[in-house]
């Protein structure tokens, strides 16, 4: 059974930093292509960034700068380090791993970004 918890998320002033954390277990590997995707309320959940088994990653527009996805394979752990928090960023942030084609998701944790 494939489990994914996130956790590190909280409330945050505009300008400050968070870091996110997936903790992977079951029949998933830290080196499976793994993602951070968030869902604000109202709004479509989107992609945030993610990592592919190869170490490749990738950015969404409005995060390209400010966020760092990185995974330590010994803990199989993936992380979102948020910098330069905005408003906007608020939202319920979501891992999520593929394996074998198929998709598995965290329950997310929530960051709010607010003065």
């Known amino acids: 059974q494939v489990q994914l918890v996130e956790s590190g998320g909280g409330l945050v002033q505009p300008g400050g930093s968070l870091r996110l954390s997936c903790a992977a277990s079951g029949n998933i590997a830290s080196n499976n292509p793994m993602g951070w995707y968030r869902q604000a309320p109202g709004k479509q959940r989107e992609l945030v960034a993610d990592?592919?088994?190869?170490?490749?990653?990738n950015y969404a527009d409005s995060v390209k700068g400010r966020f760092t996805i990185s995974r330590d394979k010994a803990k199989n752990t993936v992380y979102l380090q948020m910098n330069s928090l905005k408003p906007e960023d608020t939202a319920v942030y979501y891992c999520k791993a593929r394996r074998f084609g198929l998709d598995y998701w965290g329950k997310g944790t929530l960051v709010t970004v607010s003065s």
């Open positions: 990592i592919t088994s190869g170490g490749s990653t």
